[in-house]
């Protein structure tokens, strides 16, 4: 059974950075798309961004240029670098590893506050 565990969630002033990661454990990582979510208090949750299994990445416009998803398949680890952060991303960050109807896993989310 595949799982996913995101972390490096916490509290960053405005403009700061923080870097989420999400290690997948009992799954082919490098065959999965790997996509980092964003869910705030009352919102629909979000897609952040994505890097599909050829390395393909999209994202969300309210993100572009600031951050960056990346993929170490040694580590079976996905990456969100966060830069310049502004208070509207605060939010839970969830990660889903995604393949096919049943290969399709979510992890917990960690919390990034932005806040001075």
């Known amino acids: 059974q595949g799982q996913v565990v995101e972390s490096g969630g916490g509290l960053v002033q405005p403009g700061g950075s923080l870097r989420l990661s999400c290690t997948a454990s009992g799954i082919l990582f490098s065959v999965y798309s790997m996509t980092w979510y964003r869910q705030a208090p009352g919102k629909q949750r979000e897609l952040v961004a994505i890097?599909?299994?050829?390395?393909?990445?999209r994202y969300a416009d309210s993100v572009k240029g600031r951050f960056t998803i990346s993929r170490d398949i040694a580590k079976n680890t996905a990456y969100l670098q966060m830069n310049n952060l502004k208070s509207e991303d605060t939010a839970v960050y969830l990660c889903n590893a995604f393949l096919a109807r049943n290969f399709d896993y979510w992890g917990q989310g960690t919390q990034v506050t932005v806040s001075s």
């Open positions: 890097m599909e299994a050829g390395g393909t990445t």
